[in-house]
């Protein structure tokens, strides 16, 4: 459950590419809006800005589905159709990246507080037709802060309790982030800066309880960043791999993806699907 296009890749790719090529497990993702207040990097495609022609949610409907394809995913849909919701967009909230509601919203925004339960109702629907063990969300703070990463949580949430299932959240450890970004540091030829001190959300490492590796998955998630182009930029070194969104702030490309266990249970050590005959 994404809210935007990238969203998948940029938090999940490497656990939809591993689940999705099981062939007794089937993944289905959900994303949210089509990102149409998301930044262009390519110069070239700045007319697609949503202060432009506003044409960007149609042209990444394009990139999503070729990241579904790298990431071996086959079954996506948008939750009320495509454009039935509008990426909400973000204001600054102080230092980093940390993001809140901006004052004015769009008729169609997902974090519309009116829109909460036509939202809910749609996710039950999916729900109710898929029947999923587990369903990946975003923390309660949709990690960083952005309004539709925190709708999505809290509409899974209520979705769940009308069509039950195990909720994880996708998060960074403190730990994994910080070991990634030692090995970007000084790296020659890295077109991008390195992040300030708590710059890039993370959490403690005590509060992780599933870290899935996904070091097998790295062409596919690579393959998949690439069809972001609008919104991501990605670097190989000799010795290093990062990513960067149009701030231009380093990422590094991790080989592990953390959750934590939205009902505060004991979560598996290393499978999203471990203890469900255990925990319901």
Same mark, same amino acid.
């Given at each position: ?9 940029? *938090? *999940? ?20 809006? =089509?990102?149409? +207040?998301?930044? $262009? ?12 022609? !506003? /044409? ?5 409907? %394009? ?7 790298? =990431?071996?995913?086959? #079954?996506?849909?948008?939750? %009320?159709?495509?454009?039935?919701? &509008? ?6 909230? %102080? ?23 036509? +939202?809910?109702? +749609? ?5 109710? +037709?898929?029947?999923? /063990? ?6 309660? !703070? ?18 769940? &309790? ?14 994994? =982030? ?6 970007? #540091? ?6 991008? &800066?390195?992040?300030?001190? !708590?710059?890039?959300?993370? $959490?403690? #490492?005590?509060?992780?309880?599933? &870290? ?18 609008? /919104?991501? *930029? $990605? ?5 290093? *791999? ?8 380093? /990422?590094?490309?991790?080989? $592990? ?14 499978? =999203? ?6 925990? %319901?």
């Amino acid at each position: 459950m994404h809210a935007h296009p990238d969203d998948e890749t940029l *938090t *999940t790719g490497g656990t939809i590419a591993r689940y999705a090529a099981e062939p007794d497990t089937a993944v289905t993702l959900v994303t949210c809006t =089509l990102g149409e +207040q998301g930044e $262009v990097i390519p110069a070239e495609l700045a007319e697609l800005a949503a202060e432009r022609a !506003d /044409q960007l949610g149609g042209y990444r409907i %394009g990139e999503l589905a070729a990241a579904c394809g790298a =990431l071996g995913l086959r #079954d996506h849909r948008f939750l %009320g159709g495509p454009g039935r919701w &509008r990426d909400s967009g973000m204001a600054l909230a %102080g230092h980093g990246v940390r993001a809140a509601l901006p004052e004015e919203l769009h008729p169609r925004a997902f974090a519309r507080p009116e829109a909460f339960d036509e +939202q809910v109702a +749609q996710l039950v629907a999916v729900l109710e +037709q898929v029947r999923p /063990q587990v369903v990946v969300t975003y923390a309660a !703070d949709g990690g960083y802060g952005h309004p539709d990463h925190v709708r999505a949580h809290e509409i899974t949430v209520a979705a769940v &309790r009308r069509a039950p299932a195990r909720v994880f959240c996708t998060v960074v450890g403190r730990s994994t =982030l910080e070991a990634g970004l030692a090995g970007l #540091d000084g790296v020659p030829g890295m077109p991008f &800066r390195m992040p300030v001190p !708590d710059e890039l959300p993370s $959490v403690p #490492d005590g509060t992780i309880g599933t &870290r899935i590796d996904v070091r097998a998955q790295r062409p596919a998630r690579l393959a998949a960043l690439r069809a972001h182009a609008t /919104q991501v *930029t $990605v670097w190989e070194g000799e010795r290093a *791999t990062a990513w960067a969104l149009s701030n231009r702030v380093a /990422q590094p490309f991790r080989d $592990v993806e953390e959750y934590v266990a939205a009902d505060g249970r004991a979560a598996p050590a290393d499978d =999203l699907f471990g203890r469900l005959d255990e925990d %319901g």
